[in-house]
């Protein structure tokens, strides 16, 4: 089993910038891949970046080019920076992880931080 706990989230205007982070614990040594899955009101739950532990990366096209997901596999910590902020990135961000390799895990998932993008 693996615990995820995320933070960074908040309120920023458009344009603006946040970075997210996630602490996973647990049985952590397995883990193949993390990533983020974001849902804004109303909508499905979707997925937004995966990497794996050899550092292959995968984004959504929503989010190509403003958001940056890295790693540190040392201490089990992955983090989202999201650059050019838009409203419609308004939603809760999920961090996830599996024991799979896959750029688009979800096996396990945190309990979410909210982030807000402000017109």
């Known amino acids: 089993q693996v615990q995820l706990v995320e933070s960074g989230g908040g309120l920023v205007q458009a344009g603006g910038s946040l970075r997210l982070s996630c602490v996973a614990s647990?049985?952590?040594?397995?883990?193949?891949?993390m990533g983020w899955y974001r849902q804004a009101p109303g909508k499905q739950r979707e997925f937004v970046a995966g990497?794996?532990?050899?550092?292959?990366?995968e984004y959504a096209d929503s989010v190509k080019g403003r958001f940056t997901i890295s790693r540190d596999n040392a201490k089990n910590i992955v983090n989202l920076q999201m650059n050019s902020l838009k409203p419609e990135d308004t939603a809760i961000y999920y961090c996830t992880s599996t024991y799979y390799y896959t750029l688009q895990p979800r096996d396990y998932w945190g309990q979410g931080t909210q982030v807000t993008v402000s017109s």
């Open positions: 647990g049985s952590t040594f397995s883990i193949q891949a």
């Open positions: 990497i794996t532990n050899r550092g292959s990366t």
